[in-house]
T-cell receptor, first 118, second 114 residues
């Protein structure tokens, strides 16, 4: 079955500390992987995506993620967290081909809430 | 224009009201989505339109009625909703040509059903 697992429901880090949010996936085909961020009451903003090529991808706001096929993981990292990074983070997986309609859907993890201590 | 817009931002309605949510994008995306999101949960897919045709209805109750009048506009008509339908309703769109690409999300409509 296709699924995305984010093992950590809630993480608290101190401002300036490093961050790693975990994401594991189970997907039959070659997946396309995404990290989205959602501030309270807002829509989802794409942080970064992995389609192919270099397994370390850079995103916006200083985030990066590393794709590890052998571990079926796509963990999100940031070297120094800012108070404004406090939000909900969703990992998602999509099909490796551009199907329209029913096959072009994302599967979301349950999310990790990030709190930042001053 | 690289954004998805949604109106209204907030909506309060009674269980006997009829209201509509609107979503618009001018990025030329031909796949458009409605999601429902409850607090502390991921978005839950409701409907998918592909080239203005409904391609997925995720067993959504008929009190939710989607409409895609043209390639830029997506509506969600609401009638006789229940309090448990209170949620953030998100619209998204996606490129359907070339290689797969991400979904672009709107800011959402916060719906409260009294």
């Amino acid at each position: 079955a296709q699924s995305v697992t984010q093992p950590d429901i809630h993480i608290t880090v101190s401002e300036g500390a490093s961050l790693e949010l975990r994401c594991n996936y189970s997907y039959g085909a070659t997946p396309y992987l995404f990290w989205y961020v959602q501030s309270p009451g807002q829509g989802l903003q794409l942080l970064l995506k992995y389609f192919s090529g270099d397994t370390l991808v850079q995103g916006i706001k200083g985030f990066e993620a590393e794709f590890k096929r052998s571990q079926s993981s796509f963990n999100l990292r940031k070297p120094s967290v800012h108070w404004s990074d406090a939000a909900e983070y969703f990992c998602a997986v999509g099909p490796g081909m551009n199907y329209g309609g029913s096959q072009g859907n994302l599967i979301f993890g349950k999310g990790t809430k990030l709190s930042v201590k001053p | 224009d690289t954004e998805v817009t949604q109106t209204p931002k907030h909506l309060v309605m009674g269980m006997t009201n009829k209201k509509s949510l609107k979503c618009e994008q001018h990025m030329g995306h031909r796949a458009m989505y409605w999601y429902k999101q409850k607090a502390k949960k991921p978005p839950e897919l409701m409907f998918v339109y592909s080239y203005e045709k409904l391609s997925i209805n995720e067993s959504v109750p008929s009190r939710f009625s989607p409409e895609c009048p043209n390639s830029s506009l997506l509506n969600l008509h609401l009638h006789a909703l229940q309090p448990e339908d209170s949620a953030l309703y998100l619209c998204a769109s996606r490129v359907t040509s070339g290689s797969y690409n991400e979904q672009f999300f709107g800011p959402g409509t916060r719906l409260t059903v009294l």
